[in-house]
């Protein structure tokens, strides 16, 4: 409340002085505050950083108060024509580096303010040498690679000469697991018969489930879309009130802005060609590491092809042991469905009585979901004689700052705003407890 009369007295001053008559004072002129120099130094590893971007930022409002580009010591200076004091930030940026700041600082003239800035990319030194190290790694691993071509050689020739060593005797498996399979698809059909009616009955009662959480996420959701409308509504009147501050503040930011953008213009030229020396650098090293990836790529593909000679000699080989192994594990197959015709058959006894258990619940469940929407409409009706309090309150405020804008009655109309406030704080207590009162009967039903 405090802050809205201080506010209405800044946007009515001047104004008072041809409404207001009262017996003659002494006027105290208080002294503009005084006129402050710094210098800021950016650094990185001891070394000094050009261009970059260095702002002075007031803690209380948030206000550019100073800006400029370091130069080629790495330093800036700034003058602030006025300054009372106040707690500042001082910021210093660069496309290079992580950004760094000093905080809760109290400006005194001709303090030089040091901060250390860690680099984000890498110089084109370090790309340089780094390139030099990735291409001897590559040449490295061309060597390993064209030795691993020369073992896969070696191992086609032993392939080729054991794969004819691999038959085993097949016919008494086949009967085995044919018998398996038999008993089997018997098991499967009874299982089959059992499940097909407890489907039914969880069929059944799923609908009733889907129905109850159909009404309770509508009914959930048309709550949140209108608590969302009614926090739109107080944001919007928050806002009003800020503009009317805001828009005595904003011709004291004018030159501080344009000192601002002039400095960010030099920042942006300096470290544009920083990064086109950084790029330059990058360019060759790309090119270095790509010759020596294609001498890579040619060992690769020689690689390839031996390994690929071994792998169908292996292949052949393993041929004659995977026939038989194939009917032994077609054997142990019919073996295991046999067993699991047996699970399946209890299984679907067992879903019989859940199905059973989840039709019931589901009854009980769209019988919460209905009484939650009545209890909601409930609520609706009192949101309602809130609403329209709120439209009443509305041009009350609307009446009061027409009036404002006149500069007349100032005292009269900031005991109306008062009150006012008042009725809108109240207004919104009871928003408050019914939309708790929304979210424990919601809460409550699932």
Known sequence: MKNLIF???????????????????????????????????????????????????????????????TDNT???????????????????????????????????????????LKSRTETAEDITEKAEEKVEKIEEKTEKVENRA????????????????????QEQLRKEREEAERLAAEKNK?????????????????KQAEEAERIKQQEAERVAQEAKKREEEAKKRKEEAEAREKAIENSKVQSAKEQEEKAEKEAEDKQKEQQKQKDEAEKKAKEEEDKAKEAREQAEKREDEAKERAEKEKEAMREEERKAEKEAEAKKEAEKEEKEAEKKEKEAEKDQKEAAKKEEAAKEEKEAAENLKKTLEGFDKEQKKIDKERKDLAKDQKDIDD??????????????QEKLNKKNEKLDKKEQKLEKKRKKAIKKSK
């Open 7 to 69: 506010l209405f007295s800044l946007f009515l001053f001047p104004f008072l002085g041809f409404s207001v008559h009262k017996p003659t004072k002494a006027i105290r002129i208080d002294r503009p505050a005084d006129a402050v120099t710094v210098t800021v130094a950016a650094k990185s590893l001891g070394k000094p950083i050009v261009g970059a971007m260095v702002k002075i930022v007031t803690k209380v409002g948030n206000i550019t108060i100073g800006a400029a580009a």
């Open 74 to 116: 790495g330093s800036a200076s700034i003058a602030v024509p006025t300054y009372g004091n106040q707690l500042v930030t001082i910021s210093v940026s660069h496309s290079m580096y992580r950004e760094n700041t000093l905080t809760d600082v109290v400006l005194v003239s001709g303090t030089t303010y040091t901060l250390d």
């Open 150 to 169: 020369e073992g896969y050689d070696q191992d086609a020739e032993a392939y080729a000469k054991n794969k004819e060593n691999a038959e085993k005797s």
């Open 403 to 416: 009036k404002l804008k006149k500069g007349k009655n100032v005292e009269k109309l900031e005991k109306k």
């Open 190 to 206: 009874a299982a089959e018969d059992k499940q097909k009616a407890a489907d039914q009955q969880r069929t059944a009662a799923e």
